[in-house]
C-alpha cells in the first residue's frame, strides 16, 4: 500500500531496513553491495532499494535531513510497511577532542533540544534511547569484524548553520553529549512509538574542536566501513543471533 511518500507496494519494502540521509548514497550503498536489486520507490527523489546481501532482504532507503524528514519516512515504514528494523547510517560532527575524523561511533542515546516529541505527541520529551537489542548486535558484529566502535552520545538539532556565539555555547556546554547529528532523536522516538527496533551509526566528518572537515569525495570513501559493518549486522549469518 503506497503512501503520501512512498510508492513501494506492499512487499516490496524488507523487514530491516538500512537508512543513510542522502538519496545518492542510499543508491551508492544498494548498487555497490546488494544483489536481486530492484528500485521499490522515488516518490520526491528519496530513493528506496530492495535487495539481498548474504542471503538476506534488506531495504536501502534515504531519509532526508532533519527530524521532520526522518519522522515521516520511519513513521510510515512502521506503521505501513510492517518494518521491524530501521539502521540510521548518517554522519556528525564532533564536539570531543577524543574523536577524530572519519571515526565511527554508536549512538548510546539521543538528546535534543527540539520541541519534535511535545509536538507529536503532546508530550514534551528530550531523550530518546535506540534498541538495546540491536545495539548488542552491532557491538557484536564490530567485535566479529574487528572494528572499532565506541558508542557517543548524540545531540540531535534542528539546526545545521548557526551564528558563531551560539556554536561556541554548545561547544562550552558538550560535556554531556560527544557528537551531533539532526535525525536521531525523531528515529528512536518513533521507533519507541510502534515498539521497534532503531539504532545509529554514525561516521564523524566534521569537528567541531579544530574545525576540521571532510571533502565530498573522502566522505563517501570514509562511510565504507560504517556501511559494512551495516550491512553485516543484518547478514543472514548474524541475524539468527539477534533477538
Same mark, same amino acid.
Given at each position: 500500500?503506497?503512501?503520501?511518500?512512498?510508492?513501494?507496494?506492499?512487499?516490496?519494502?524488507?523487514?530491516?531496513?538500512?537508512?543513510?540521509?542522502?538519496?545518492?548514497?542510499?543508491?551508492?550503498?544498494?548498487?555497490?553491495?546488494?544483489?536481486?536489486?530492484?528500485?521499490?520507490?522515488?516518490?520526491?527523489?528519496?530513493?528506496?532499494?530492495?535487495?539481498?546481501?548474504?542471503?538476506?532482504?534488506?531495504?536501502?532507503?534515504?531519509?532526508?535531513?532533519?527530524?521532520?524528514?526522518?519522522?515521516?519516512?520511519?513513521?510510515?515504514?512502521?506503521? @505501513?510497511?510492517?518494518? /521491524?528494523?530501521?539502521?540510521?547510517?548518517?554522519?556528525?560532527?564532533?564536539?570531543?577532542?577524543?574523536?577524530?575524523?572519519?571515526?565511527? @561511533?554508536?549512538?548510546?542515546?539521543?538528546?535534543?533540544?527540539?520541541?519534535?516529541?511535545?509536538?507529536?505527541?503532546?508530550?514534551?520529551? /528530550?531523550?530518546?534511547?535506540?534498541?538495546?537489542?540491536?545495539?548488542?548486535?552491532?557491538?557484536?558484529?564490530?567485535? @566479529?569484524?574487528?572494528?572499532?566502535?565506541?558508542?557517543?552520545?548524540?545531540?540531535?538539532?534542528?539546526?545545521?548553520? /548557526?551564528?558563531?556565539?551560539?556554536?561556541?555555547?554548545?561547544?562550552?556546554?558538550?560535556?554531556?553529549?560527544?557528537?551531533?547529528?539532526?535525525?536521531?532523536?525523531?528515529?528512536?522516538?518513533?521507533?519507541?512509538?510502534? /515498539?521497534?527496533?532503531?539504532?545509529?551509526?554514525?561516521? @564523524?566528518?566534521?569537528?567541531?574542536?579544530?574545525?576540521?572537515?571532510?571533502?565530498?569525495?573522502?566522505?563517501?570513501?570514509?562511510?565504507?566501513?560504517?556501511?559494512?559493518?551495516?550491512?553485516?549486522?543484518?547478514?543472514?549469518?548474524?541475524?539468527?543471533?539477534?533477538?
Amino acid at each position: 500500500m503506497a503512501t503520501p511518500h512512498i510508492s513501494a507496494k506492499t512487499g516490496d519494502i524488507a523487514e530491516h531496513v538500512i537508512m543513510p540521509g542522502d538519496p545518492l548514497r542510499a543508491e551508492f550503498i544498494a548498487k555497490n553491495w546488494l544483489t536481486d536489486l530492484k528500485l521499490v520507490s522515488r516518490v520526491r527523489n528519496v530513493l528506496a532499494y530492495t535487495g539481498r546481501y548474504n542471503h538476506t532482504d534488506i531495504t536501502l532507503m534515504a531519509s532526508g535531513m532533519g527530524m521532520p524528514s526522518i519522522g515521516i519516512y520511519s513513521w510510515e515504514l512502521f506503521k @505501513v510497511y510492517g518494518v /521491524q528494523k530501521i539502521l540510521r547510517v548518517g554522519t556528525c560532527g564532533t564536539y570531543s577532542s577524543s574523536l577524530s575524523l572519519m571515526d565511527v @561511533v554508536l549512538a548510546d542515546y539521543a538528546w535534543t533540544n527540539s520541541n519534535f516529541a511535545a509536538c507529536q505527541s503532546g508530550k514534551p520529551q /528530550q531523550t530518546a534511547y535506540p534498541s538495546p537489542e540491536l545495539n548488542n548486535h552491532l557491538e557484536a558484529t564490530a567485535l @566479529v569484524l574487528e572494528t572499532t566502535l565506541p558508542k557517543a552520545r548524540v545531540h540531535t538539532t534542528d539546526v545545521f548553520y /548557526q551564528e558563531p556565539n551560539i556554536s561556541e555555547r554548545w561547544l562550552a556546554q558538550s560535556s554531556e553529549v560527544d557528537v551531533v547529528d539532526m535525525e536521531s532523536f525523531a528515529l528512536f522516538y518513533t521507533a519507541a512509538r510502534f /515498539q521497534r527496533q532503531a539504532a545509529t551509526l554514525l561516521t @564523524v566528518t566534521d569537528s567541531l574542536v579544530t574545525g576540521e572537515g571532510l571533502n565530498a569525495y573522502d566522505r563517501q570513501q570514509a562511510l565504507v566501513p560504517m556501511i559494512e559493518l551495516a550491512l553485516n549486522a543484518f547478514s543472514s549469518d548474524n541475524l539468527a543471533n539477534t533477538p
